[in-house]
T-cell receptor
Framework: ETGVTQTPRHLVMGMTNKKSLKCEQH?????MYWYKQSAKKPLELMFV???????ENNSVPSRFSPECPNSSHLFLHLHTLQPEDSALYLC?????????????FGPGTRLTVT | QQQVKQSPQSLIVQKGGISIINCAYE??????FPWYQQFPGKGPALLIA?????SEKKEGRFTISFNKSAKQFSLHIMDSQPGDSATYFC???????????FGTGTRLTVIP
């Protein structure tokens, strides 16, 4: 595996379900991000982890819960979602330091909430 | 409030033509401006980036033009090819911050 991988690629869940999205980066980076991508909207930053510590949470509803057990793995735990949460969820990673701006994205998980 | 405004929303260009996508921002604390390219079913991929201390950066057929006084920057794709058909996002980063602020994207279609 190379780059940033995400599983599953597609997920359909009911509003009462609990599911988790997984992200793994194989780039040796130490910062990881969750973004939400909705049609005709800018990518929305949800969470940032730097050196496994959460450094930013852009007022995301508590039904989204991130977990970063180590610098290579990032999870997004989902529960009691709403239909408006249907979107493409992208994971990204970068290396802290002068080139931190170079974020590398995974292919995303297409989430549909029914 | 949208931090980075991008236009047009969609663009159709003939093969061999020049594709131009524009972005504007207000926050003078932005110090880095990347462009990302996204194909269907893929995540965005960094294409080219510029800092505000230069007015132009070129990599192959892709050029960023930067106008600091106008707070605008644009992506030019020369000799556009059907393989360039994708969605392009501009973005900006504040000094010292982790996150990027993205534009809404431009869907480019290059017709043969």
């Amino acid at each position: 595996e190379t780059g940033v991988t995400q599983t599953p690629r597609h997920l359909v869940m009911g509003m009462t379900n609990k599911k988790s999205l997984k992200c793994e980066q194989h780039l040796g980076h130490n910062a990881m991000y969750w973004y939400k991508q909705s049609a005709k909207k800018p990518l929305e930053l949800m969470f940032v982890y730097s050196l496994e510590e959460r450094v930013e949470n852009n007022s995301v509803p508590s039904r989204f819960s991130p977990e970063c057990p180590n610098s290579s793995h990032l999870f997004l735990h989902l529960h009691t979602l709403q239909p408006e949460d249907s979107a493409l969820y992208l994971c990204a990673s970068s290396q802290e330091g002068t080139r931190q701006y170079e974020q590398y994205f995974g292919p995303g998980t297409r989430l549909t909430v029914t | 409030q949208q931090q980075v405004k991008q236009s047009p929303q969609s663009l159709i260009v003939q093969k061999g033509g020049i594709s131009i996508i524009n972005c504007a921002y207000e926050n003078t604390a932005f110090d880095y401006f990347p462009w990302y390219q996204q194909f269907p079913g893929k995540g965005p991929a960094l294409l080219i980036a510029i800092r505000p201390d230069v007015s132009e950066k070129k990599e192959g057929r892709f050029t960023i033009s930067f106008n600091k006084s106008a707070k605008q920057f644009s992506l030019h794709i020369m000799d556009s090819q059907p393989g360039d058909s994708a969605t392009y996002f501009c973005a900006a980063r504040k000094t010292g911050a982790n996150n990027l602020f993205f534009g809404t994207g431009t869907r480019l279609t290059v017709i043969p």
